[in-house]
């Protein structure tokens, strides 16, 4: 039974500014969930508020969180069905700050059954490749992060893109010279094309063997995502369109992406996540699982999930590479490009605010 829940509102500087097409930020700001039950046992989570992607705040997710803990005090911790409906009945939306309290149950789960995570959810493999980010930046910081990342000993890059035809095809022009042609590469817009547009420079960066565009057009207009996806010689993944099971169907029906990118913070956590891979698993999907700007409790969240489930094929899983501090330890590591686990119970990892 849950006998305690705490959530703590977290800020940490970050390494250096992060931008993308609609924003730029140079802080993280997020919040960690703690919750304890009656036979002794205890997991973390954390939701990451991002309001041009989940339409959640601070403020909002501070007071979701209020509300959801007089909810679920008191809850069966192992009834994750009752838990999620008792959620869903008390506050609209607000899936970050549910996937902060969906992970620290499931962290509670690995813990009392002895297992990490990703056994629990299937234990389909001890590595997954990540990739590491190019921001819109200039186009030297992009080579030289393109070289920091294959110091690294990474096997994959994400360019972002978003400053216009011309400079965008010499950014990833610039990046596949510096890593070469061993490098999985792919392109994410951040849904700031056109179809049209989008098309245009699908055509014009096809030549540098790019693994797929990721979100090319904006997020409600499907149509636009399908129109690039049926002429695109490129594959495309559909990202911000999609945040729980229902977009996937969506997306599946009108055959509008060739892959879909999972984020835990849009899904509302671990559980509605799997249930998103099985349905693109159905349709013949493969899924990314990606991240927010977030601490490595998240990220190693998704790691676990990436890890446990067959139909996940990429792995975009480095938010926590841009903060100035860890409040954990045992999280995700990289090994030879590949994110791994530490192999203790649930999450593998322990946290200390005070870091």
């Known amino acids: 039974m849950i006998s305690g829940f705490d959530y703590f ?3 940490i500087p970050m390494v250096k500014e992060f931008r993308i097409s609609f924003e730029s930020t140079s802080s993280y700001q997020g919040f960690l969930v703690r919750i ?11 939701g990451v508020p991002t309001p041009l992607i989940t339409g959640e705040t601070m403020g909002s997710a501070e007071f979701a969180l209020s509300m959801l803990k007089g909810a679920v005090t008191g809850m069966d911790d192992a009834s994750s069905e009752s838990i999620w409906d008792a959620m869903q009945q008390t506050v609209r939306g607000e899936y970050a700050a549910k996937c902060a309290i969906d992970t620290a149950l499931w962290d509670i789960t690995g813990r009392r059954s002895g297992m990490p995570l ?6 389909f493999r001890q590595g997954i490749a990540t990739s590491y980010t ?3 930046g200039t186009l030297a910081e992009a080579e030289t992060m393109a070289q920091e990342f294959m110091d690294l000993g990474l096997k994959a890059v994400k360019v972002k893109l978003g400053r216009g035809m011309a400079e965008d095809y010499e950014r990833v022009k610039t990046v596949r010279q510096k890593v070469g042609g061993d490098m999985t590469l792919y392109v994410d817009f951040n849904q700031s094309y056109s179809a049209k547009k989008a098309i245009e420079l699908s055509q014009k960066i096809h030549k540098f063997e790019i693994e797929f565009l990721e979100q090319p057009t904006r997020a409600d207009d499907i ?3 399908k129109f690039v996806r049926d002429r695109s010689s490129i594959p495309v993944m559909a990202d911000e369109s999609v945040h729980g099971p229902e977009d996937a169907l969506r997306i599946i029906r009108m055959e509008a992406a060739d892959m879909i990118n999972l984020k835990l913070m849009k899904s509302g956590g671990i559980s509605r996540g799997r249930q998103l891979i099985e349905i693109a698993e159905a349709a013949g999907l493969p899924v990314m699982i990606g991240c927010m700007v977030e601490t490595k409790i998240a990220t190693t969240a998704g ?3 990436a890890l446990g489930m067959k139909n996940v094929k990429y792995a975009d899983l480095d938010g926590y590479t841009s903060l100035k501090r860890d409040v954990t330890t045992n999280g995700v590591t990289v090994v030879n490009g590949e994110n791994r686990v530490s192999g203790l ?3 593998g990892l322990e946290v200390d605010l005070s870091r």
């Open 223 to 225: 149509s636009s995502l």
């Open 345 to 347: 119970p649930g999450l």
């Open 118 to 123: 990703s056994r629990l959810l299937g234990g």
């Open 36 to 46: 304890r039950t009656d036979d002794g046992f205890e997991g973390w989570g954390e």
């Open 134 to 136: 190019i921001d819109l």
């Open 9 to 11: 509102r977290l800020d």
């Open 303 to 305: 790691t676990h999930l």
